[in-house]
């Protein structure tokens, strides 16, 4: 249920009616937006009498809201999340690309590639140091000293750092970290997303390999109840009958649907949508179109000899010509989305 209060209304008000609120044993969710303040309530309002509250003299509508994700739900909170992501705003207008390898390999291949990136017009650097590969033979990332040399290229070239976590007892590894992301895999790992919940971390929550969009904003449900509001959702391709010639199958109109039913900003991610560096430049200029918040994708300066998913790897110079199309399909848009 969501009470939206009327313009005039006094923070004294608003703190008596939010206290009565409590007292009934809800958990309150507030959102003071540009032209109206709603305030939601999460937890069983089934007996709460939605006549009582509509007569309160501050109260302008009251509505039950049947959908079962709350603090993640655009009717809860009418405005755009903008998250700030180590000074990199996302959301609300605000777009940013992440760019960077599949896997932290080494220190040069790192450097060399953030240099790269950050010249192109990139926001914020990627790169997994803990890789869920699906054989355990395969190269599982360099861990910790992964995530030491992410810290290091972001000292050298001020790019915040985006990498994937798996298990929650590493999270002390991540104090530096500027945005974890979880990946497709762990979407659904509901005990790694209470943890992330107790974070005040940008988190990047990647959709599950074959999960509807109600599981993914239900999953950033779970970080956003424990507190963490600063859920940035990310469709990397989806499951479906054909994998002959993409990887995935990138589901964009997942962009208009979360923007019709969350807040929160939305990323696309082409290079494990597609599979296919000869792809990722199209699909992410069909993502701005659709009204993307942001671009997340993999570049490494020698795709063919590259530990983790080479064959989606731009190269820098193609991720340069990818960004100046960005950029041309952004201003071609100005006004339009
Ligand atoms: C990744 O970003 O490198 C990754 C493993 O992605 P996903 O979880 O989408 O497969
Ligand atoms: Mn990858």
Known sequence: MIAILKPNTTAEQQKSFTDWLKNQGLDVHISNGQFQTVIGLIGDTTKIDADLIASLSMVEAVRRVSDPFKSANRKFHPDDSVIDCSGV??????FAVIAGPCSVESEEQLTSIARDVKTFG???????????????????????EGIELLIKAKKETGLPIVTEI???????????????????????NFELLKELGKTNKPILLKRGLSSTIKEWLMSAEYIMAGGNEKV????RGIRTFDSQYTRNCLDLSAVPVLKELTHLPVVIDPSHATGSSKYVKSMALAAVAAGADGLMTEVHSDPINALCD????????????????????????????
């Open 89 to 94: 705003k996302i959301g609300g207008g605000n």
């Open 122 to 144: 990139c926001d914020m650097l990627r790169g997994g140091a803990f890789k869920p590969r699906t054989s355990p033979y395969d190269f599982q990332g360099l861990k910790a």
């Open 166 to 188: 798996m298990n929650a007892n590493h999270l002390d590894l991540f104090e530096e970290v500027d945005v974890i992301q979880v990946g497709a895999r762990n979407m659904q």
């Open 232 to 235: 940035i959702l990310c469709e």
């Open 310 to 337: 080479g064959a989606q790897s731009l190269t820098p110079e193609q991720f340069g010509d990818m960004m100046n199309a960005v950029v041309s399909v952004r201003n071609a848009l100005k006004g339009i989305l």
